[in-house]
């Protein structure tokens, strides 16, 4: 597509339920991340993907999250027994190539709120 | 870990006034970049400064690299309302970000008409 497509773009919830937000990136960029951003803390690195595989998982805040990404394309973020705290913005980025090159095209986020 | 310092946290001046936003950290960053969030979106790329010392401008826009790559800076020439969002500063490390990009908090800008 021609931008980074994230959804539901809000979602609320209440405390103890999954949810899965989904991430559609720019077609043909390997490479994804999935951010959080609160209020007054900045963005947050959760996880990235280069292709179907993450590397690196310890930036997810806890075992309740869980990530996957198929095809090389779509992503999953999956959040169980959600907590207040994770309520948060969740942003998804995609890049063609090395980041420190390319940069990031954000999507315009998935605002959760947990009640 | 590294981390990224911004200041000032929150900015708001008059239409046609001049400012600077400033990144620091203690650390060695491979690249910066500078992003620019509006409220419900997200971060949108402005530039890469990837050379110590580097300085490039984006109309009023300028922004300059440390020499020793662990800061950056931004300056806004004759600011307009239009420049009024959420400026956020990111490295690289040495692995060329390909562990993510550390992102500053940001500053808040508001530009009165």
């Known amino acids: 597509g021609a931008g980074v497509s994230q959804s539901p773009s809000n979602k609320v919830t209440e405390k103890g339920k999954d949810v899965e937000l989904r991430c559609d990136p720019i077609?043909?960029?390997?490479?994804l991340y999935w951010y959080r951003q609160s209020l007054g803390q900045g963005l947050e690195f959760l996880i990235y993907?280069?292709?179907?595989?993450?590397?690196?998982k310890s930036g997810l805040p806890s075992d309740r999250f869980s990530a996957e990404r198929t095809g090389g394309s779509v992503s999953t973020l999956t959040i169980q027994r959600t907590q207040q705290e994770d309520s948060a913005v969740y942003l998804c980025?995609?890049?063609?190539?090395?980041?420190?090159?390319?940069?990031?095209?954000f999507g315009s986020g998935t605002r959760l709120t947990v009640v | 870990t590294q981390l990224l310092e911004q200041s000032p946290q929150f900015l708001s001046i008059q239409e046609g006034e001049n400012l600077t936003v400033y990144c620091n950290s203690s650390?060695?960053?491979?690249?910066l970049q500078w992003y620019r969030q509006e409220p419900g979106e997200g971060p949108v790329l402005l530039v890469t400064?990837?050379?110590?010392?580097e300085v490039k401008k984006l109309k009023r826009l300028t922004f300059q690299f440390g020499d020793a790559r662990k800061d950056s800076s931004l300056h806004i020439t004759a600011a307009q309302p239009g420049d009024t969002g959420l400026y956020l500063c990111?490295?690289?490390?040495?692995?060329?970000?390909?562990?993510?990009?550390?992102f500053g908090k940001g500053t808040h800008l508001i530009i009165q008409p």
């Open positions: 077609s043909g960029h390997t490479a």
């Open positions: 400064v990837v050379t110590g010392g």
């Open positions: 993907f280069q292709g179907n595989s993450a590397p690196d």
């Open positions: 990111a490295g690289a490390s040495e692995r060329g970000g390909a562990d993510g990009l550390t």
């Open positions: 980025a995609s890049s063609l190539g090395r980041v420190d090159a390319y940069g990031y095209t």
């Open positions: 650390s060695v960053f491979s690249s």
